[in-house]
């Protein structure tokens, strides 16, 4: 499998990434189920179109992780997709996923992603500290696993780097070098400026 960078982000031959480009008929109707599962509320802020007789709220569906990180079928999981309007949708936007998760009442997911980043477990041993019924935490497991925030090693999960934050990352590590980069080819245009200038004064 090789691996390639396009124009919308890090894309790997295989499975169809869920990129805004991508989307057609399939993604207007998940959109409008999830606008539907969520009431046409703003899950970040509770409003909804009602409160704006005269300039009604735009909803837009948001992806906590990045679909161009993942297949559409993991980047369109229930957990990873909430309603929100403009603002609320900008504002989630790159923001860290326990964040967007504390800020749109996923809870149960952040309480898992918390306690794994302290320590790998098994799932029972999350069902007990955790107090969630186990079909229900198998659940989040296992779409946390699809949205690639957990990994799994010998039946214990662990807290995983999730490629939005991961990129985010080498990305502002990319934007920093080059910043470096140019500050020392600076350095030396001018280091080189002054050597000749000096050499002329010498003459």
């Known amino acids: 499998m090789s691996h390639k ?3 919308v982000g890090p894309n790997v031959d295989g499975p169809a990434f869920d990129v805004p480009k991508a989307r057609g008929s ?3 109707k998940r959109a409008t189920e999830v606008r ?3 009431n046409n509320v703003c899950q970040r802020c509770g409003d909804h179109n009602g409160n704006y007789e005269y300039y009604p709220l735009s909803m837009a569906v948001h992806h906590i992780v990045p679909g161009k990180y993942l297949p559409k079928a993991d980047a369109r999981l229930d957990l990873n997709l909430v309603t929100g309007y403009g603002t609320c949708h900008t504002r989630l936007e790159g923001a860290h996923v326990e964040r967007q998760f504390a800020e749109t009442d996923r809870h149960e997911a952040l309480r898992v992603l918390r306690v794994l980043k302290e320590r790998g477990q098994t799932v029972y041993a999350l069902e007990r500290e955790l107090e969630i019924p186990e079909e229900r935490l198998r659940s989040l497991v296992s779409q946390l696993e699809r949205m690639n925030c957990l990994q799994t090693r010998e039946n214990v999960w662990y807290r995983a780097v999730c490629p939005g934050a991961a990129w985010s990352a080498l990305e502002k590590l990319q934007s920093e ?3 470096e980069r140019a500050r020392r080819r600076w350095v030396e245009d001018v280091l080189e400026e002054v050597n000749l200038e000096s050499m002329n004064a010498e003459r």
Do not use: F, I, K, M
Request: charged share 60%; proline share 0%.
């Open 26 to 28: 399939d993604w207007t």
């Open 177 to 179: 070098l080059e910043r």
């Open 36 to 38: 539907t599962r969520d």
């Open 5 to 7: 960078e396009d124009s």
